[in-house]
């Protein structure tokens, strides 16, 4: 991420300076799907970026799911919509901490994957609240969390990404949400391996 304006994220799109864009699904939602049934009924994706997860999922669910990729940045939602359609997924620009009213309480699951760790630390009760309000009661979230985002080059306090402990993670989501699983990926993108921790969450 460029150092003069780390969280301008329609900027990023525009210039085309995505380091976090791999080009494909994040590695353990690909394994999931392929050792899980895939997640059905209504998905939200946040921070979606350009939609390879929100493909991967929609790919995965079939026609009994549909899947809304949802991101800040119109030019990302532009780009995202322009792959051809494998689904029933559509893409739609907006900001996450202020969820559009008929998105409240209308999903089966959340895919997280690299929004939790973007936004600002402070704004973290923030997400877990904008979680539970789009999710129906007993609905969950699925997440891979890049706990440990750091190395030589990218310190603590200079993110994002920023880290975030498991302990944490019970402590945020614990109100809202009861632990379902915990596991290590399967896969990872190269650099990630061992740093990520995915949980199946269940809103109380
Ligand atoms: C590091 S990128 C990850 C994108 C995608 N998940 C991926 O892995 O390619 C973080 C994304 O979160 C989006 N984002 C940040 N804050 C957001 C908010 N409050 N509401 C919706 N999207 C947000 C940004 O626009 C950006 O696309």
Sequence with gaps: MTEKNPTNWEQHYLDQETPWDKGRP????????????????????????????????SAAGGDETEVIGFDLSPTAMKIA???????????????????????????????????????????RKTYVEACATALKPGGHLLAVFYLNPYDEEHLPGEGPPHGCSLEELKELFGGSFEISEQW??????????GKELMMILKKR
Excluded: M
């Design 184 to 193: 290590q990926p399967d896969d990872a993108y190269p650099g990630r391996e």
């Design 81 to 123: 919509g322009d792959f051809a359609k494998v689904g029933r997924e559509h893409f739609l620009t907006g900001d996450y901490f202020n969820l559009p009213d008929e998105l409240h309480g209308s999903f089966d699951w959340i895919w997280e994957h690299t929004c939790f760790c973007a936004i600002n630390q402070e704004d």
């Design 26 to 57: 994040a590695p353990g939602l690909a394994a999931f799907l392929k050792n899980h049934p895939a997640p059905t009924g209504r998905v939200l994706v946040p921070g979606c970026g350009l939609g390879h997860d929100v493909r991967a999922l």
